[in-house]
């Protein structure tokens, strides 16, 4: 129809007629549409489809047989035109000038089969046995270049001629030996690559594999999922780099906050046009068509939104890849676009925008048409009504958010407790923004004696409810929910440092790694240790140890015994650490008091808490696969207040050990003590004096860790920053309604500063009001769910100074220093004459 | 006599060069205690501008405007802000109210501005919404208010605090003619108690309720009538009326 | 026409003499409208003369003396008057107009000046009788005061002519331009 027609070219004019709320609008939508478009393709980028995991694992092949298989089993399966390439990979030792390093090494045919898994990315890859490509971090600890030479332990000498890559992993310890290697080891190391020929059938061979017959030891065949011929026997192929649920749901959330701002600029925009609207009223057009005028804004900045959104977030993301690379330490593909979500993210937007314009649109059809053409403002309903409304949504919110914390408690499932604990949330935040309206009219009561300028800006936020109260609501969301991750955080913070379990004393130092015996005492030299001492391990041959035993120990001060219980009931105390030790280990352990018991033959045992008569206990040996009848012996408890697996619990002397037949093991272990806490110097010494062995680090127990600090810090540093931004779009387009009032003021002899007054004022009623309400609104779920499994909660004094303090003195601050004063006259002129 | 405002070759124009357009030549204009001045003129012919510079919103290119003693031209826009809440009152055509402000708050403004607390501001505004007959109406929101109750507020914030100059840039114009009347003769009463007015109009019926009346034509004083200095009344001369047969 | 009616309707209130009757019209119209006494008895006159009116007393050749009262065929008319509207006549043959149309077309009068000119007039008249109305006590003299709107609207509406014609001139001009 006409009138369809008239409507749309009217949405149309308002866009262009006032440019920058409608570019305002349309970023609204643009932006988190950009930021879920930037996202999807990354992440599609990163993650590798199946046929790139297929082609890392398996390069050409269709199909992998793991090593196991026989010679014979595979000549069996595989006849004829059937190709096959061994690939070999294990780890060795790299020998250095005084150490040695960990590395990977492989066999294969890089131009065979095995073309893909890894790039021979400089000179040539070996066709010898006598040579090595290596790669890039290899050649970095060796100091070899091609033409150089490394040295493998076991091996010896190889000439390097090539630098490999391993996709996957750009700072690998990589180290390919000629492909000859591979078809030399034995059935249980290689590996095989299989190409089958044009038209085979490979079912057979997957049977064959895991039902070798009664002879046969089955082995493993993973087979090419990602596409081809044998795809679709593999069920599960899936596309990789499907969106994450996350950036949906992060996605959906920005997108509520800007559908938030979004609503309130339409409300601007209906406002402005009430005239125009009555106008078409009473020629005759009906309240959808009226309604139709403001959805149609909604559609085209939508659109615009949406469709640039993508664009730039495509464009975002083509500027990153570049940087993906060393980011992700892989080599990436090309980017990788998923339409289908892009077009998600893209409706996503749209359905944001045309939701913002719905509430507007709604009011615009309902306003009596005498009322639009008068251009007065519509009388506010009843700001009661709002508190109703707002407190029956909190009340909602709040039983969702305990029953979902309970249901997180009972049941198994956890899709539909966060589902309910994230709608509490969401709701009890926008139950907390209805409020809003009936607050603004209870602190209007209030403004009476208030100077002009926060009279005049407090009144102006009351009576434009349909814009203050979405603001309100945008600021309040962010707020809620970081002063909610800040509670739930600290309350986090101070239940794991209420249960914390040292793992090491303060003043220890565990260089740990295959040369601690080595770095060890380089590493007391620089720390100044009191006592320093490898830890040997007792061992059984090969792969035989010793543990101790005493089922019948009672702990002194059980935690959570049951009612009634006596004390240490149901408990009984073991020991898998035990480690041969001498006086200096004792000190170093703060154990030294034992060193009488030890030298009697006793087991002294390193414990966190105090056991009842634990005087004897019974040593166990294992053979590697059964334990021998234990023997008992006196044992000494020292109550270290460490435990953790990382030093020993139990310590035996070297006599003792013999006793059992037991070895000393590897001393991959070796603790200082210093006379202090550990401070982060001290650790950064001896990691430094370790360093020179590239496997082998320094470690040191730093109490809990509180790595949410930063991040609370950054959250609310983001939501200050988000807060104080729709604060200041709040306040422009309010600027744009208060025109004529400038004038007023200005004539009527107001410094020209006063509007910067009001705009401040305007930005800390926005703020005040939207940080008060997100303490409750944030600490409300909070609350729920910890009050569900009993913890207490920790009020984040940090986040809510943030939200009530700093936030009205930054949204104040803000506008007043970007604020601007009355314009010169000559800036009303065209309204005057 | 005093003499309350002064125009002394007051001139202004807006751009420079080829663009440069004048919206008023050199006018001089003098306006006593007592008088109502109207300014008349088609749309464009400087009506407006001239207003501005008297209110000490714009400032001449050229020549002085003295306000009460005052070169409006040489003070600092501090002080301009200053002579205009104690000595001018302006009252525009339409959307003269804070909208977020009760009648009786948008009459205390100048006063508030001006510093005075806000309890003495509030029954100076009293006392000024009485003198415009709408005592009753101090906690009406302008929305709530007719317009020609708007127009009556407007001119009680002109005036109060005893301000003696009140520059009008057609009040009346969205007024249906006897409420426009009754915005008239405050202005003519405020003049007949020793103030001053200057309203700037292109309705003759309302021009006529001033002392003196100025004609404007593309930037400059084209003419300006007085009535008769006899207050008898004359019949319609000529063809004025066409009424006699 | 107005006079006789005027006339008619101060006798429809009670009989009068031609004195009494001439300072009440005057009085009625709040001096805006001075009578010549000659002019009061040639309308009595015409008036008895059509049956509208009827001496009551005094001798017939002294007028001073004579007093007058309405007939019922002059009450009737009076009623009939004060029912119909009053349509003017149709073209403007009024002075001004005529005046303004010649120096059109003269072309070689400066009508813009003129027009001015008459502007002026018409503007001090205005302000004459606007003088007139802030002076009258809006309660007493309602009847004054809706006179006095009469000839401030006619006068209005002339400038209101002035200005249009002006405004037509210099259009046109600007377009020869």
Sequence with gaps: MSA???????????????????????????????????????????????????????????????????????????????????????????????????????????????????????????????????????????????????????????????????????????????????????DDNAAWLVALPEGADPLPILEAASNPGPTGVPFQVNWRLGRGRLAELGGTAGAGGAPTPVVVVMGGLVLLESALVAAAAFAVSIRRRQRELGLLAAAGAEPRHLAGTVLGEGLVLGLAGAIGGVAVGLLAAAATWPFLDEITNRRNPPLVLEPVALGAAAVIGLVAALVAAAVPAWSAARMPVLLALSGRRPPSSGARRYLRLGLSVVALATVMTIGGATLSLTSSDSTLPVLLLAGGAMLGTLGFGAISPWLLERLEGLSARMPLAGRIALRDTARARSRSAPIVTAILASLAATIAIGAYGASRDAEIAANWQPWMAPDEILIEGPDAERAGPNAALAVNAVASSAIVGAANGETGYAWIDAPLARLAQPKDPPPGAPPGFGLGFSAHNVAIADEQLLRALHAEAAAADLARGAVVLLTQEAWLGLDRVSVVINDGIVDAPGVELPARVVVTGVGGGNLPQALMSAATATRFGLTAGIPYRFVLRLDHTVAEADLQGAAAASAQFPDTYADADRGPSRPDDLFRLLLVVASLLFAVTVTGIAVVLGEAESRPDQRTLLALGAEPRLRRRITAARAGVLAILAGCLAVPAGLLPVWGLLASRGADIVIPVFEIAAAVGMLPLLAIGATWILGRPIPDWSAFRSSTT | MTTLVQLEGATRWFGAGHTQVTALHPTSLAVEAGELLAVMGPSGSGKTTLLSLVGGLDKPSAGRVIVDGKDVGSLEPKNLAILRRRTLGYVFQDLNLLAGLTARENVAIPLELDGRPIGEAKSAADAALESVGLASLGDRFPDDLSGGEQQRVAIARALVGGRRILLTDEPTGALDSITGESVMRLLRAHCDTGGTAILVTHDAAHAAWADRVVFLRDGRVVDEAQPAPSHEMTAPVGAATGSSV | MSVRYGLLALLDEAPSHGYNLKTAFERRTGGSWALNIGQVYTTIQRLERDGLVESIAGAPGDDDRREYRITPTGHAQLAAWFENPVVSEAPARDELTIKVLLAVAAGDIDVTALLQRQRRASIEQLQAYTRRKAQADPERDVAFLILLDALIFRTEAEVRWLDASDARIRSLKEANR
């Design chain 1, 4 to 186: 369809t027609g008239a409507i749309i070219r009217l949405a149309r004019r308002d866009v262009g007629r006032s440019p920058w709320r409608s570019l305002l609008v349309a970023l609204l939508i643009l932006l988190p549409v950009m930021g879920m478009a930037w996202g999807i393709t990354i992440l599609a980028t990163v993650m590798p489809d199946a046929d790139a995991r297929d082609t890392h694992q398996m390069g050409a092949a269709d199909l992998i047989v793991e090593p196991g298989s026989s010679a014979a089993q595979r000549n069996a399966l595989f006849r004829g035109e059937t190709r096959l390439e061994p690939v070999m990979n294990s780890g060795k030792r790299l020998l250095l000038p005084g150490t040695s390093a960990n590395v990977s090494i492989t066999s294969r045919d890089l131009e065979g089969l095995a073309r893909g898994t890894f790039t021979i990315v400089g000179g040539r890859q070996p066709s010898d046995p006598g040579e090595v490509a290596i790669s890039a971090r290899v050649a970095e600890i060796t100091g070899a270049s091609i033409g150089g030479h490394v040295e493998l332990e076991g091996i010896g000498a190889l000439i390097v001629v090539g630098t490999v890559e391993d996709p996957w992993d750009l700072n690998g310890r990589l180290v390919l030996l000629d492909a000859s290697i591979a078809r030399e080891s034995s």
